[in-house]
């Protein structure tokens, strides 16, 4: 019968639970560009399709519960961090799973080949961009639990720490990305140019990927910087 | 003066009946806030909440109660103007019981926020300008009260900030939070202990026929609060380290179960201290009606307060905590999930505080409202992960609600009283 207590009505539902969920979805989304990959490899294109649609189905589940988040962040909620910044990492969150979403619609749209020499090198360079997401995710479930301390002088430590692995990560996929570049600038002039300027893409987003990754360890930073 | 001597029993009866029906609608609702946040941080669940509520209640309304009783009793209206109508003091106060309890009522079963210290101190007031005119209110009095309103969610607000910021500072900060959690905690079961038996040894224990100096207050709450430490040293032996995770140095999981050791402490004390300052909102007007009734009409006089008044009091908030208030901790309790042991601590602890502090000064306030002040206090040392802001006005509201709302029925209970018995 007491259907507002004005006391449990004060603990508004934290945000950083949505955040949480959020780029647990936006890696999962991530992690299924792997076995796609190796699909399209082989030219399986039936199997790529499926986890095609199963990254397109999470992408639009991360994308649900960013407009659930952005919705259900009234004024009225007193924070302890700033709403724009809350509000700037969900969407760099966002474009992660964006981003995946592209790499296999440009893949399976053109039936893409990728040649023989730079299969092994692209499928590494994926996994570590996969991986700096996966490291992204890891610094948000952190600082979940970085919240119950007040975000005290730990914080920092912690974060550093998590932060100087992501960077470490991205900088990793960076290098590989030169090496395949040059790799495929070698083959160049075998393969069709078409097909050439696509390659180029797609090394660029898997590039982007891990950028995006990187970023929301620096949203992060500013988040518990004040 | 024969109408007192005509229907004093029945006056009495009345009186005790109506004070039930208020201590019950206390116990039935107000109780739940006082115990949200400890089942809201998973600290104590909510049979053993309701456990630690129906003892400690009883005794903070048993051993603290009587000092803010004298205020509802004595300090709002001046009795001396009522020495040839004894009777229209009776009326007055089982009207205010009855406005109270039955707006306390209508309230819990709308589901608005409103405090059992506003019914009372409005029901009261009310009938005083009715029936006794403008001049018969002691304005500085009721002044008081309602600065305290806004001072006691302040003062608690700033204990809250105060208390965590040190638990951030020498547990949080530290490079081993778990050993800090260990060291540190019995500390604050020290101050949970130290705080309220030095405040009930002071203030309260006089009408149990127990003086104490201040002197021997102070070493005895020291010995009491050392007690319990060694209490709480003992229930902290049993928890150790925790699954150490990723990114193990910082181990907060097993530094929040420390701090839910704390959490059981500071449970009683807020129990302890609603139960000293609001059982006296139903007490205070049964014990008027009791002593001009005993006194034969004799307003004013200083006849001692009947042991049993408060026995009754706090009876009645155990029998509402145990037929309807279990209902409403398990709302309140499982609606704040956002809250941990260690910011449950300092909020309750910080409003336990105030509340018994105030008890010790006769000053009755809301319960509710210092929690709340005390909540966002822990909020603005970033200690909580969102507050809803919307409902401080929603409690200001019904601040300016309560008060005309129980005086209007105040006013009405108190013409029918004067009706029925000339």
Redesign the interface.
């Known amino acids: 019968?007491?259907?507002?207590?004005?006391?449990?009505?004060?603990?508004?539902?934290?945000?950083?639970q949505p955040l949480l969920a959020h780029i647990v979805k936006t890696s999962e989304c991530a992690g299924q560009l792997l076995p796609f990959f190796d699909a399209a490899l082989s030219g399986d294109w039936e199997a790529a399709r499926g986890y095609r649609e199963a990254i397109t189905q999470l992408e639009h589940e991360a994308d649900e519960l960013k407009t659930q988040l952005r919705l259900n962040l009234?004024n009225?909620?007193?924070?302890?961090v700033s709403r724009s910044d809350l509000l700037e990492l969900i969407s760099v969150q966002d474009k992660i799973a964006n981003k995946a979403r592209d790499i296999t619609g440009i893949m399976l749209g053109r039936n893409m080949n990728i040649p023989d020499l730079l299969a092994e090198p692209m499928r590494d360079y994926l996994r570590t961009a996969v991986a700096t997401v996966d490291q992204a995710r890891?610094a948000l479930e952190?600082l979940e639990?970085?919240?119950?301390?007040?975000?005290?002088?730990?914080v920092s430590d912690?974060m550093q720490?998590?932060i100087r692995e992501l960077h470490e990560l991205e900088h990793q996929a960076d290098d590989q990305q030169i090496a395949i570049r040059r790799q495929l600038f070698q083959l160049e002039a075998e393969l069709p140019p078409v097909d050439v300027i696509f390659l180029y893409k797609i090394i660029e987003w898997i590039g982007e990927l891990s950028d995006r990754a990187e970023r929301v360890g620096s949203r992060l930073q500013i988040l518990t910087a004040r | 003066m024969s109408i007192i001597a005509q229907y004093g029993d029945v006056f009495i009866i009345l009186a005790c009946v109506f004070g039930f029906f208020m201590a019950w609608g206390v116990g039935a609702n107000d109780v739940a806030n006082a115990m949200g946040t400890s089942v809201g941080s998973k600290a104590i669940t909510i049979r053993q909440a309701i456990v630690i509520a129906v003892i400690f209640e009883f005794l903070g309304a048993w051993l603290a109660g009587g000092q803010v009783t004298e205020t509802i009793r004595k300090g709002i209206i001046d009795a001396s103007l009522l020495q040839q109508e004894p009777q229209m003091l009776v009326y007055g106060m089982l009207a205010s019981l009855l406005a109270a309890g039955s707006w306390l009522m209508i309230a819990s079963l709308k589901g608005w926020p409103v405090s059992t210290t506003h019914s009372i101190v409005g029901a009261i007031v009310g009938f005083a300008i009715a029936g006794l005119g403008v001049d018969s209110v002691h304005w500085n009095a009721v002044g008081t009260i309602a600065l305290s309103w806004v001072t006691s969610p302040l003062i608690a607000g700033v204990f809250a900030y105060v208390l965590f910021r040190s638990v951030q500072v020498l547990i949080f900060d530290n490079p081993d939070p778990f050993a800090a959690a260990k060291r540190y905690v019995p500390g604050y079961i020290f101050l949970v202990g130290f705080i309220v038996s030095m405040v009930t040894l002071v203030k309260g224990l006089s009408h149990v026929g127990l003086e104490l100096s201040f002197g021997e207050s102070l070493l005895l709450a020291t010995a009491f609060g050392v007690v319990i430490m060694m209490f709480g040293l003992l229930l902290e032996n049993r928890i150790n380290r925790g699954e150490r995770r990723s990114r193990g140095q910082y181990d907060f999981s097993s530094v929040e179960r420390i701090f839910g050791v704390l959490m059981m402490f500071t449970a009683c004390a807020m129990a302890f201290a609603h139960g000293s300052n609001d059982v006296a909102n139903a007490v205070g007007p049964l014990a008027a009606v009791i002593s001009v009734v005993e006194s034969a009409g004799s307003v004013g006089g200083s006849s001692a307060m009947p042991w049993w008044v408060l026995v009754l009091g706090g009876g009645g908030i155990v029998v509402g905590l145990v037929t309807y208030g279990h209902k409403v901790i398990a709302t309140v309790g499982t609606g704040i999930t956002e809250l941990t042991p260690s910011r449950g601590f300092a909020a309750t602890l910080s409003a336990a505080s105030t509340v018994v502090l105030a008890s010790g000064t006769g000053l009755p306030i809301s319960t509710t409202h210092t929690l709340v002040g005390a909540v966002l206090g822990v909020g603005l040392a970033r200690g909580m992960a969102a507050l809803n802001l919307r409902v401080l006005g929603s409690i200001v509201l019904s601040w300016l609600i309560t008060l005309p709302a129980g005086a209007l029925l105040s006013i009405m209970f108190f013409f029918m009283f004067k009706g029925m018995f000339g």
């Open positions: 019968m007491v259907s507002t207590n004005p006391f449990s009505a004060l603990f508004g539902r934290s945000p950083f009234p009225t909620m007193f924070l302890p890891k952190e639990d970085l919240l119950e301390s007040g975000f005290g002088r730990n912690v720490t998590l």
